[in-house]
Each structure stands twice: as C-alpha cells, then as structure tokens.
C-alpha cells in the first residue's frame, strides 16, 4: 500500500502516558471503538485493555526501557489488535 486508503479496524487500542505524580510513570492501554471504517471521527473508550507496571519518569523520559520492555510493549499491543479482530490463537 503505497498511499492510505483510510480504511481502520472498528476496534483499535489507544495508548497513553500516565505521570503518576511520585516521580513515576505508567503507560495504559484501552480497547476503543470506532464509530466508521472509514476515516473513523470519533473513538469511543470500550474497556480498560492493561496497564504497565509504574517506571521511573527519568527513564521514561530518556526513552530508556531495557529492549525487553520496549519489546513487551509491543507484542502487548499486537496481541490485543489481533485479540479484538478474531485472529489470535
């Protein structure tokens, strides 16, 4: 796919940054809804997906995770997108 066919999932996972206020942070992760295929406009909140442990803002902040962590992050969301479309085994 050279261009975007501004076609999406109606299911998705939005991601966010939480600073804690104690010096850490913890990143959440929650199923969303689309409301068309095409070009969605509005997601709406589904349920709670996961959340990480808390990390130290410094290391956040320095995109410092260890690469098992980035990693985990990844397969995380990967896990969940193919979950919510039918195709996890």
């Known amino acids: 796919m050279k261009t975007d066919d501004k076609i999406r999932n109606r299911m998705g996972v939005?991601?966010?940054?939480?600073?804690?206020?104690?010096?850490t942070s913890r990143i959440c992760m929650d199923d969303v809804k689309g409301d068309?295929?095409?070009?969605?406009?509005?997601?709406?909140?589904?349920?709670?997906?996961?959340?990480?442990s808390e990390?130290?803002?410094?290391?956040?902040?320095?995109m410092a995770p260890d690469d098992k962590e980035f990693q985990?992050?990844?397969?995380?969301?990967?896990?969940?997108l193919l979950a919510l479309d039918g195709r996890a085994k």
Do not use: Q
């Open 55 to 62: 990390y130290n803002n410094e290391i956040v902040n320095e």
């Open 72 to 80: 985990k992050l990844g397969e995380s969301i990967v896990a969940r």
């Open 14 to 23: 939005v991601v966010c940054l939480r600073d804690m206020g104690d010096g």
């Open 36 to 52: 068309k295929v095409e070009i969605p406009v509005t997601w709406k909140h589904d349920c709670l997906y996961t959340f990480t």
